[in-house]
């Protein structure tokens, strides 16, 4: 299983918030973002965007409530991923389309 990492591209203005957030995709369908800092991280309200080849991107909104504590993972997957074990704090996106190893897939999140 190949793990692309990608970094975080986002306005000045968020970037403390988002310092030490890693965005990494798989090519079952996973996106992680995983917390290498010491300090608990608001996603709350934030976006994750991904477009997948020349396709329209998409965007998911994290939940108001949502946190990620340091050195914890979230991984989102497209609903139809039949290995995801629904582990406590992992999401599954229902508009997130599959894509193949060769697929171009950029993530951003803001």
Known sequence: MEE???????SSDSQET?????VVVNDNCIIGLINRSGQEKPLGGRQLKVQINNSEPITYTFHPSMKLKAGEEVTICHPDYKQFS???G?????????????????????
């Not at 692309?4 to 986002?10: F, Q, V, W």
């Not at 988002?18 to 890693?22: A, E, K, M, T, V």
């Not at 992992?90 to 803001?110: G, T």
């Open 86 to 88: 629904a582990a406590k």
């Open 4 to 10: 692309i990492k990608y970094k975080n591209s986002s």
């Open 90 to 110: 992992d999401l599954v996106w229902k508009d997130l389309e599959s894509w193949m190893p060769e697929d171009r897939v950029q993530v951003s999140l803001q």
């Open 18 to 22: 988002l310092r030490g957030i890693d």
